[in-house]
């Protein structure tokens, strides 16, 4: 089967496109899925770093484009899954317009027949940037974290993936889930989220500093079978294989018996 | 008498029923809400009294307002003028969708997005903050609105907005707009939007509409 395309957007900046396209195409590699990451925030490039390869880029999607290398030079294998897992990076240095939607989609049609999973990893903003990574891809994944301003952001991109219309209808990641301010009522709750933005969920990361480390470390917190973020993308990728997967429980912090005593309703 | 409040209004009483009770607390309240009525209006020497029974969320049916006028049979002077409800009957939502001039919409406007129509339109849906619904005529709203609705675009100030705007960014009618923010009483759940003699946006509670815009009030009933 060719693979499936998504693309990992957002609108926001910083929200977790980055960590979830270097934690979902760790896990799906882990699960024994060909997948290949894509890395579209030119100028920016980050993704090779959260997975540990910034060290091995030779080539990238510039050169590629231009002529400068072919498509195969310029794939990273991630020798820790027996080449399951390949990145190709953005450039660093290259001019934002260099790429259109045509080349997207093409190099994406190139790499359809090898992988099971294509991830392409969004830049923030609507302009050519994002039309490009929707360009290639079959479907999309929107990130937004609890903000008001996170979940603005992520309406307007909805709005034009919903228009851009799609063969994989789009799913929600709420990402830096804090179940202290939920319970507190200073947050809204991840059902919540996912109806004011009328779209399904995929998926919830908890914030956890063990995402920081892991970045820092360059091994995405995945790997971390202990840790809670980890547990959430696990349960996000065993969603995004089968959608039958149930969600994992949102943490809840019970009120104690004297808090709820004294302050009910 | 908690789920029975009594206000008065120029031409008699208007009782409001919590729909979070049981009717049959209701009823008990209401009893007990007639009697205490007698007792002040014997004081002014007055034996007539007129009510209108607003019973907010829940729907009366027939049997249900037969015991509530059961209830007045102490009481020969006391007239129950008009029974409203908050809530649209499904049959006349039924009847709204099978009007050919208003036309039903459906789906999510999204931050960024516009929709417009021609004359009047029943939207189902959400408007998101940031999403712009507008219509030449009246605008009906069943869903949450977080956006801006405008009717009557873009100068017909007889046009009205119904629908819970209490979470609204702004509603306009025609050249007038209100920003919407937690101060403003008159907007509730229950309200719509309409352009006053003074061609300001006001709200009016929606048993105001017969009165306020009576022609829309008959297209409606049909
Ligand atoms: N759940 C989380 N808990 C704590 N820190 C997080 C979490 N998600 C993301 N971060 C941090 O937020 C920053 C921005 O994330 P990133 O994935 O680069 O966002 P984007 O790609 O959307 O710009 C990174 O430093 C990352 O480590
Ligand atoms: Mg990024």
């Known amino acids: ?265 | 008498m908690a789920s029975a409040t009594l206000k008065g209004k120029k031409d008699g009483y208007e009782i409001q029923l919590a729909a979070s009770a049981s009717f049959a607390e209701n009823l008990s309240d209401l009893a007990a809400l007639f009697k205490q009525v007698q007792t002040q209006q014997a004081l002014l020497h007055e034996e007539s009294a007129k009510f209108t029974i607003a019973s907010g969320e829940r729907l009366l049916d027939e049997d249900q307002k037969a015991a509530i006028q059961a209830l007045l049979k102490p009481y020969p002077g006391f007239q129950i003028i008009n029974f409203s409800a908050a809530v649209i009957p499904q049959t006349k939502v039924a009847n709204l969708l099978a009007t050919p001039h208003v036309p039903v919409a459906v789906g999510v406007i999204r931050s960024g997005q516009e929709r417009r129509f021609d004359g009047d339109v029943l939207f189902i849906g959400a408007v998101h903050y940031g999403g712009v619904l507008r219509a030449t005529g009246n605008i009906f709203c069943l869903g949450e609105v977080a956006g801006i609705v405008h009717a009557g675009y873009p100068n017909d100030a007889e046009a009205i907005a119904v629908g819970d705007f209490t979470g609204a960014t702004q509603v306009h009618i025609a050249d007038t707009m209100d920003i919407v923010d937690a101060h403003n009483t008159k907007l509730t759940a229950h309200s719509f939007a309409y352009v006053n003699d003074l061609h300001a946006l006001d709200y009016a509670d929606d048993i105001a509409l017969k009165e306020l815009r009576p022609r829309l009030y008959q297209k409606l009933e049909e």
């Open chain 1, 1 to 265: 089967m060719p693979a499936i395309a998504l693309v990992i957007t957002s609108g926001k900046g910083g929200v977790g496109k980055t960590t979830s396209t270097a934690n979902i195409g760790t896990a799906l590699s882990i699960m024994g899925k060909r997948v290949c990451v894509v890395d579209l925030d030119l100028g920016l490039r980050n993704l090779d770093i959260m997975i540990g390869l910034g060290n091995r880029i030779i080539y990238d999607i510039v050169d590629v484009v231009q002529g400068r290398a072919t498509l195969h030079q310029a794939l990273v294998k991630d020798t820790r899954f027996e080449d399951r897992l390949v990145l190709l990076p953005a450039a660093q240095d290259a001019d934002k317009n260099v790429l259109t939607p045509a080349a997207v989609r093409n190099i994406v049609e190139a790499l359809r027949s090898e992988f099971d999973y294509i991830l392409i990893d969004c830049p923030a903003g609507i302009e050519q940037g994002f039309r490009n990574a929707l360009a290639g891809a079959d479907g999309a994944v929107v990130v937004t974290t609890p903000e008001l301003s996170a979940m603005s952001d992520a309406d307007r991109v909805i709005g034009l993936i919903e228009a851009h219309r799609m063969p994989i209808s789009p799913r929600l990641i709420v990402n830096r889930v804090q179940p202290e301010m939920i319970a507190a009522g200073t947050s809204l709750s991840v059902p919540a989220i996912a109806h004011r933005l009328a779209l399904p969920l995929l998926g919830f990361i908890v914030e956890d500093n063990a995402i920081i480390t892991a970045d820092n470390r360059g091994e995405p917190v995945v790997f971390d079978t202990n840790s809670k973020p980890g547990a959430c993308f696990r349960n996000i990728t065993e969603r995004l294989i089968n959608p039958q997967t149930p969600l994992l429980p949102v943490p809840t912090i019970k009120k104690s018996f004297w808090a709820k005593l004294f302050n009910r309703g």
